[in-house]
Each structure stands twice: as C-alpha cells, then as structure tokens.
C-alpha cells in the first residue's frame, strides 16, 4: 500500500496555513445585489479568529466595516479544490481536466463521504489505467473526455500522488465556513472593493458593482451555449459596438462536475483562483476551460478574449454562456432602455439531469410517487447549495426534459413533475430567504419545453408542459405567485428535419454548385415580426447543431419572453405578464368563442395558418385542433389517436377572444378542443414542404399570438360540456 510522502504532507501543512477563502460565485468583477434587498460575501476559513469585512468606495472611503458571522460550510474541508490548485497550479486540478488519472480534485471528493485510508485506496485503484472498469465508490465519476496530452489548454497532468493529495487536503484541516451581510443597501452601479480579513491575512474583491443578479439553472436548453445560437454573431458585434456592457456572468459547472452526497454551501471547487495576488480574478495566462468558472466576466471582456490562442478552443468565455440566460438580459436591458442597470447572470446548469435533482431531499420527500434516495439531491447539494448565501433578484429554470417520460402527476394530489415544478420554486425562495435577504417571494422564472424536448415521450409531452405550470395551465396562478412563463412550444429548431442531413439542399446550399435547390422554400415575411429580425441568421444556418433538433438553436426568442414577463412582472412595466390563457369558451351553432385572461395590456392576434389536413404530412399540430363526433374518453386517448380530431380555422373576435369555424364539420358534435395540445411531440409545422425539409419550421407559426409582444397562448385541453368548455382540474375555464 502506497502511502503518502513526506513532502507532500509537509506541502498540505503549509498550504493549508492560508486559511481564508471567498466561497465560489464570490469573485472580483461580480455584480452583487442592488437595494432595496442587502447584498452578502462569503468564503471560508481555518481557525476561529474573527472575520473583518471592509466595504470600499472607488474614492478609497470605507463605507461599511463589519465582522461577519459563522456559517455552515457542508463539508470536511470546503477549501480543498483552493489548495489543490496551490499545489499543483491550474491546469489538471480535476474538474475541468480530461486526464484519465485521478486528480487532487477527485482525492478532495472521495474525502469528503471516506476516511483518509478509504480515501486513498480509492486512488490507487484508479491509478492503474483501468478507468472505467473500476466504480468510484458513492457513484462519484471519473474525469471524462480525452487523454491529457491530446487535451487542448492542458500543460501538465495529475501524478500518481495527486489524487492522494487531495485526500489529505480533505482531512487533514478543518475549515468553518462564514458570511457577512452588509448593513445598508446599495444603488445600482458604482465600482467597489471588498476585503476580508482575519488578521494574517487579507484577500479582497476588486470591481465590484451593484446590480440585479439572477441565477439559471436546469439541463441542457439552459446549459446550452451561444455558439449554438442562432442570434450570437449579432450579439458578439452589438457588445464589440459597445452595448450591453452592464451585462456581467459567472458560469458554475459543466456535465460531470459538482454531484455531490451532502450540501457543499462553502466550496472552492469550480476554476482558477488569483491566489498570490490575493484577489479572485483570472490569473494572468490562465486557460480559460469551458464550465470551469472560476470568475466573473464582464461580457465586453469575454467577447475580446482570443479563445484558439489562449485555451486551443474555437470559443471564448462569451461563447460558452447559456444563450436563454444571455438573451434574458440582453432583452431585459433592451426593454429597460435608458434605465438599464448593471444585471449579473450566475448559471449553474447541467444536461441530462432531472428535477429531483435539484431539490433537497426534505422538499423532495413532500411529493408521492417521487422515489428519494441519498443521491436524489446530489445537484442541489454541488450546484445550487453553494449560492444559497448570495443575494438575488430572481431565478430562471429551463428543464424537464428527461422527465417527460416519468409522472407528470398534478399538484391537487401532491404528485409527480406538477409538485415538484411548485416544490422546488417554494424551497428555492425559502432556503434564499432564509440565508440571505433574497425576497421571499422573489420572482421565478420557468420555459415551458421546446418541441423535440421529449426524449421519446411524446405522447406525454402536452401533458408534461401543463405540469409545468403546476396544472393551472398558465403561470401565475395561485400556487405559483410572482411567477412567470416563457412558452416556446411554437419555437423549434427552424431546421429540425435537416439538423442530420440536407440532402434537398435547402438549409445549406449545394457544395457543388453554391444554390439552393430552386424547390425550397424561404418567405420569413410570413413571420411574426417580433421573429423576422432572426431571418439572416437561420438563413445562413452556421451555429453549430449539438446533439440534434432537442436543442433548438433559436434561444433569442425564449430570453426575449422571459424578459417580456419579468419586465412587466418586476420592473414597472405595462405590458403582458404572462401569455394569454383560456378563461371560458362557449359553443354557438357552428361556432365556438374562445374567451382568454390577459395580465397586462395588450390584445389578441390571429394569424393566417392552412388548415387543409391533405396539405399535412402528420395528422396532428400544435394548431386548432376540435373532436368531432367521439366520446371524452376517444378523444382523450393519445395510445389509440381517434380520427375524430380535425383542425379549425380561427379567426379574431374581440381584443380577448377568437371565434373556431365549425362550418365544415355539418353540425356533428364538439366533444372536446385543444390548442398547443399535440399528442405527439410536434408543432405548428405539419407540413408536407416542411417535413421534406423544403421549408424551415417557421418559428412561432402557431395562429393565436398577441398583436404587441408576440406572446403565444397558452396550451389548453378542454371537453365541451352543456356548450360551454370544462378544463381538467385544478384549471377552470368556465367563465
């Protein structure tokens, strides 16, 4: 049995003796919470001397000067990843390295479930090459990707001894963790450093703002960058032009990183930290690693960075950030105008993951048919407990799609995805709430999944989204106050049947003759005008297609409707905070009027759309759609799809509500009416043309929009009963 040297134990005494560390989130650059709300810092330490915090002015002024208190910090040694780095630099630390060997990173999270001994075996046995073949012990997985030396950023690689290292780093100290909440609240703007102080020694945060800080968080349509987006060459120039520079990021956690057994609310796990001058920012020549994290940027900083000659990467930091998380404050910023303010984005989201997930496992517990083990919370306690002492504005959630085949359940019995979607919104607020001076009933928004989000549910798909809401089929309601909802049902991949191949030649032109085949297709004057700016880019089609049609590359419009909502939700404006929904609908000869609730001003919009089903290469959309002549229990059975469902024409009737033509049907009954209502996974794109990919899947092609915002309606299935339309509990619409 291998045991650890002499050295190296003399190299953790001496690393250790730092002492004092700003938790992860908490670096130079970063926007911290504008008042009314208190804005907070914290780390960790070693010791118990007392913690001194400074608040410092650009003028040199000490504005506030408090002791902060003790914390829970979640675990052995929260400041194990900091001493790795100390010891063995940046690069191959472990949680950004693809080095097949165990790193000092993996050493420090054995250590934090096993004894020392324990600990070290599990390190030896991965030392001998045979990766995969040997579990880690508690489901901890190994560094994934390429071997180092083909690695791109990467100089060096663990050594035998480093895993071991981080073992010891795990044990052989004990941090405590602290916070300090500062006395007053301050305005938005303004450029600060911060100092904490334990007497020995002093580290400190330069350039600090105050501003509105939200956290997004989810899988993989949160996670997924700007370079997938459709709109990011746009974006690049308007920040290289000089806007958007109140927009600041941090970016926590990758696929593969931060799954932990227990809450981690302290950590130093996450990306390179400016250790010798005493600050948190990036160190000069340091490789920047996607998902690394580490710092703050400012989004004019991280579009200039040089990304294939600092990292060996063909992106830079800018082109990593969540694109839905991005565009959310781009847009908020462009409806803010000239009352902008600086606006922080922290992401923390992973693909591939599921709700329970990200709940603690006490909340988790509240909702029936939900199976709780002690992995089940293991991305709350890596990815979200470590930001739970940071103040913020609000919270952006985009997820669900490996959930959509599970229990969609409903919140009026306390099951499935409809619980948990209310259960996690109400923990969130209340952990933020009582750990730091987030409101309490702070805004939280969710994006309803796109199209192709289904995994393979696609029958189940509808449902699923109505369980987004908590079953109410529209946010807010009385379960989810002081929420808001993008919809993106209408929002697929402009491309989705020629993401694998193009062989028409309509997304691409012919490599031969540089054409486009004189059959396809291209009118973006038929799209909603809100859309049309996006036109040249899904023209040209070159952001890069990741992992097919489930991540659809047209994330501008969702930030735009998240932004929509929480303007007018939040900041003061007048519009629509929510899409509109059903409110009642009744049925008049060979008509149906549809009534909908609008929260905010603005008015119904009806658009042409070819209701011709022989023009259809599915039997079914996201359109229209009326059960003609079935009973409710025909029309409601997705395995046996009754014949019955036909589309309708719809036309405007008012400013909130439509009118669906029955002419055609010859006076046969009405049993049932949905609309965004697909039972399989489709949208407002039936077409033959579309389908042999002639013509791209227009975004936002369903016919029922608003005339100001663009919003969609809200899905809806509702039975027709005595002439008058009966939504599935706990939704009404009656009226």
Sequence with gaps: MKMISGAIMALVASTSGHGLMFNVGITSDMVLQRGPQKAAVHGSTIGNAPIAIKLIDSNGKV??????????????????????????????????????????????????????????????????????????????????????????????????????????FAHNSTATGWKAVFKNSYPA??????????????????????????????????????????????????????????????????MGQHSELRPQFVSSSGGPLNIEGGGMGPIPGAAYTPGSGGFWWNVTHSVSVNASQSTGLPFNPFDQLSATCYYFAQELTDQMGSESIPIGLIQSAIGGTQIRQ???????????????????????????????????????????????KGFAGNTKNHS?????????????????G?????????????????????????????????????????????????????????????????????????????????????????DPSSWDQQLQVMAPSVRKNDAPVYMGSIHPRIKLPVGRRLATAAYNLYYGGSGLRASPAISGCSVNGDKININFSLLGEDTILVRDFDTNIDNWAD?????MMVCVGGSVEQCADTDNYFSGWQPAPVTSNGPTSVTVDLSKFNGQSVTAIRYGWPFEDLTCCPFNTQKQGYEPCNPGACPIITKTAGLPANPFYANIRNSKCSCLAPQLCDE
């Design 434 to 522: 009582e750990s730091s001076s987030t409101n309490a009933t702070a805004p939280f928004g969710i994006v309803c999944l796109a199209p192709d989000s289904s995994e393979g549910g696609g029958k189940s798909l509808a449902n699923f989204r109505w369980s987004q809401t908590g079953n109410y089929g529209v946010v807010p309601n009385p379960l989810l106050e002081n929420a808001f909802m993008a919809l993106a049902f209408d929002l697929a991949d402009p491309w989705t049947h020629n993401t694998r191949t193009d062989s028409v030649n309509c997304s691409h032109p012919n490599p031969a003759t540089g054409k486009y085949n004189p059959k396809c297709i291209w």
């Design 416 to 432: 499935g995805y409809g619980c948990e979607q209310v259960s996690l919104v109400n923990s969130w607020r209340k952990i933020w």
């Design 189 to 254: 703007g303004g450029s600060y450093t911060i100092t904490a102080s334990n007497g020995d020694q002093t580290i400190k945060l330069e350039r600090i703002t105050f501003g509105d800080v939200w956290f997004c968080s989810g899988q993989s349509n949160m996670d997924l960058p700007l370079q997938h987006s459709f709109s990011r060459e746009e974006s690049t120039a308007a920040i290289k032009s000089g806007k958007y520079s109140n927009i600041r990021f941090y970016h926590h956690g990758a």
């Design 358 to 404: 990200w709940l603690d496992n006490t909340t988790l517990s509240e909702c029936s048919m939900t199976n709780v083990n002690e992995h089940s919370s293991r991305l709350y306690d890596g990815m979200v407990a470590p930001f739970i002492n940071t103040t913020v504005t609000g919270w952006l959630w985009y997820q669900g799609e490996n959930d959509v």
């Design 63 to 168: 504005l506030e000067q408090l002791t902060a208190e003790s914390a829970a910090a979640g675990s052995q040694n929260p400041q194990c990843s900091r001493m790795c780095i100390e010891a063995e630099g940046v690069t191959c630390t472990g949680e950004a390295s693809a080095c097949l060997k165990p790193s000092c990173d993996q050493g420090c999270r054995v250590g934090r479930y096993t004894d020392l001994q324990t600990c070290y075996n599990q390190c030896d046995k991965h030392n001998t090459n045979q990766g995969d073949d040997i579990p880690w012990i508690y489901d901890l997985k190994d560094d994934e990707g390429t071997d180092c030396p083909v690695a791109p950023g990467m100089k060096r690689c663990p050594s035998d001894t480093s895993c071991r290292l981080g073992c010891s």
């Design 619 to 623: 039997k079914d959309s996201a359109s």
